[in-house]
């Protein structure tokens, strides 16, 4: 039997844990006058979410889903094809989190979301403040719902209004800062964005009917001030990238370059390049590639049986401080059946996290490095283990002169460096600290590359080839994330 379910004040807690299974659903109660139902199509049987599911009936269900599951979403209703899109990314100075702003809605009203590089889809606040005209619930076994990859359907036992509607499918809207997830329903609205030549803005365009997630309010609980939601980048038919190329064709591309700067935007792009910055950079010019990798199960906070990962993972095969070799046990690197192990990108992870083994191989050689360098260790600041006196250090166009760290990929020849601008941070005028966090001896992803490493470098993800394209620091190019020019239309 799987374990009783837990309970918490105005929501209620289901975890099933079987062989093959793990599904964590945390379901809005009363208070949010919504009850959730579990549908098991081959049985036509009603399960409501007090009840647990018997691994046939959900086998059952997930199967049924998969064959209605269609590829595309509602084409942009206009003529004007843009190449590409843009959005700029902002870094929140209290949280660290990387914020976005788009338009949704009828009529149109700027929201602010975290970017969320693995996030399966957009969720959005329903609950509060939610107006719109041209808001319309998936229903139940529609073509919408198939692509969403629906968990079950549902309904709502209080007034209409976004987010509680009858006969409407569900999904897991995920806050991965807090690790928390909740039933929401599948909606379609009115989004517009900015198009662009990748040099400048260019007209704003629409998409009629893009498919997102409502959820609750307490669902933001953790997020930047002002925020109402969460923009999801991830690799399914219903993320940001995908939508967007199926809306526009364009190819199934998106580069992210985020900046150090907490005053000054940062960009992502939607579709091919060029990405040019200020002094007329194009960073797309000057790739290094590897592939992509899939997870085959979920890192999500809940999911159902046998869905893979929507985040983003790159094969590291080893690690050199200062251009030498590091030992490490290299099993960590692999992802293993159960999906534990390797090597993912992530915005919402401030720093780098990494499991204890390689940790300590790292800021051991760091260390040491470091020494015959001639800078001097000091007290560790939280949340950094190993920080040093800024006095012996210089400073250069690449930040901090330091040891560089290697991340060698597919070969020898073919590895992510990073200078002192994305490996350390300044917590005060006299002390700075290696920005890598002790991840412990059994994180299911043995390395994340987080927010601060990913500064000030030009990130693409190419969807349809599985491959990344990732460019040195842009600082050696004289040049910054913070640099495309926003303030001038095509």
Known sequence: MPPRPQHRAGSRLCFFKQPALTFKLLAVASAFSYKYSWICTCLNTHFPSSYYISMASLHCF?????????????????????????????????????????SQRTPLMPIDLVVDLGGRHMWVDCDRDYVSSTYRP???????????????????????????????????????????ATSGEVAQDVVSIQSTDGKNPGRVVSVPRFLFACAP?????????????????????????????AAFSFHRKFAVCLSSSTSANGVIFFGDGPYVFLPGVDASQSLTYTPLFINPVSTASAYPMGEASAEYFIGVK???????????????????????????????????????????????????????????????????????SSSNIASTRLGPTVPSIDLVLQNQNV???????????????????????????????????????????????????????????????QTTCANFNFTSNA
């Open 62 to 102: 997930l199967f049924t889903c998969l064959l209605f599951f269609f590829s595309s979403p509602s084409l942009a209703q206009q003529s004007f094809r843009p190449k590409a899109l843009v959005i700029p990314v902002a870094k929140d100075a209290s949280t660290l989190q990387y914020l976005t702003t788009i």
């Open 138 to 180: 998936a229903r139940c076994r529609s073509a919408q719902c198939s692509l969403a990859g629906a968990d079950g359907c549902g309904d709502c036992f209080s007034a209409p209004r976004p987010g509680c509607n009858n006969n409407t499918c569900g999904v897991t809207p995920d806050n991965s800062v807090t690790h928390i």
């Open 217 to 245: 309010s307490f669902l933001l609980q953790g997020l930047a001030t002002g925020v109402v939601g969460m923009a999801g980048l991830g690799r399914t038919r219903i993320g940001l990238p995908s939508q967007f190329a």
């Open 318 to 388: 080893s690690i050199k401080v200062n251009e030498n070799p590091i030992s490490l046990n290299t099993t960590l690197l692999s992802i293993n059946n159960e999906g534990v192990g390797g090597t993912k990108i992530s915005t919402v992870d401030p720093y780098t996290v990494l499991e204890s083994s390689i940790f300590k191989a790292v800021t051991e050689a760091f260390i040491n490095e470091a020494a015959a360098m001639n800078i001097s260790r000091v007290a560790g600041v939280a949340p950094f283990e190993v920080c040093f």
């Open 415 to 477: 590895f992510w460096r990073m200078f002192g601008s994305n490996s350390m941070v300044e917590v005060n005028r006299d002390v700075l600290c290696l920005g890598f966090v002790n991840g412990g001896s059994n994180p299911t992803t043995s390395i994340v590359i987080g927010g601060h490493q990913l500064e000030n470098t030009l990130l693409q993800f190419d969807l349809a080839t599985s491959r990344l394209g990732f460019s040195a620091t842009l600082l050696g190019r």
